[in-house]
């Protein structure tokens, strides 16, 4: 089986980093998001991973090729035009049925069930109260998707769709994203979701399967929740500092330095990062970044970041530097 993972495709949430780490390699938990998706694939007869990217390709394609074992092709989607467009240019590559993963989640479920379902395709989604904000799948009594509504004002499911899709009836696959790059643009994109309704149209049967857990990666807030929960879970670990008041849960790799501090709870630190006189608390601290005379709560700061006196929530690219003058 192959894996298609679009990183391009889908509007990217996360600005300030567009421009210097593709968002599936922005860690959580001392991670990137893109690690913790490939432990999911654990079990499963995996022949190739097609990465469908955006501009930062060579990125994507380094780091890929230095952590992952399984044989992989890299293709730039250079018009971003939406993700069924994104999922077709696999297709002179595909050979059989493939599983389809938008990697700006970390999820839990069991990918085995693919080896245990004559069903045409399978939805991974997950039931949330706040279903107005997500697209949802629409079942029959079988657990069959009938549908998928975006962003419906009334509780007809609460079923999120969550990105994660395998499709055995590749051909019926292709016919739906041609019937979708045909028809009119949806606010400027082709939706790979409007395929699976052809498919659907046409008589395949997709089935709905509820995953045990789904953490959004793709904003900032829900980052720094899925690092809280990461964390929570048992990825929480670090060295003693003096002088250093840790709140668990904390994440402290080593080779940082942290002097006079207060650190946590739901803070990762990564190795190299230098901290004093500080305050962090829902914060990610990217490699070799120097933290003095900050407060933060609710940051997001990347690799080699200098801030000084800095206050606040903050979200801040690799190398960036703040300094905020002291009031006399």
Known sequence: ????????????????????????????????????????????????LIFITGHLKEQVEAYARSRYTIPSRFIEQKVQDGTAGAVNLARPHVTGPVLI???????????????????DGIIWAKEVEDY????????????????IVEKPSEPISKLANIGLYYIRDVKALWHGIDHVLRSQANKGEFFLTDAFQHMIEHGKRIL?????????????????????????QGRA??????????????????????????????????????????TLVNTIVGQGSRLTNVQLDGALLGNQVVADGLRGSATLGDNSEVTVSRSR
């Open 132 to 147: 107005q904000r997500f697209g949802v799948v629409v079942t029959d009594k079988d657990g069959f998707m009938t549908r």
């Open 237 to 278: 670990k670090h060295g003693t500092y003096p002088g250093v008041i840790i709140r668990e849960p904390v994440l402290i790799e080593d080779g940082a330095s942290i002097e006079r501090s207060t650190i946590g709870p739901n803070v990762t630190i990564e190795k190299g990062a230098t901290i004093t006189d500080s």
């Open 101 to 119: 993963i938008f990697v700006d989640t970390v999820f839990e479920a069991d990918l085995t069930l693919i080896n245990r379902t004559d069903a």
């Open 1 to 48: 089986m192959q894996v298609i993972i679009p990183l391009a495709g889908k509007g990217t949430r996360l600005r300030p980093h567009t421009h210097l780490v593709p968002k599936p390699m922005l860690k959580v938990a001392g991670r990137p998001v893109m690690d913790w998706v490939m432990d999911r694939l654990e079990g499963l007869d995996v022949t190739e």
């Open 208 to 232: 709905a399967a509820e995953v045990g857990g789904w953490y959004d990666c793709g904003a900032l807030g829900t980052l720094l929740e899925t690092n809280a929960i990461l964390l929570g």
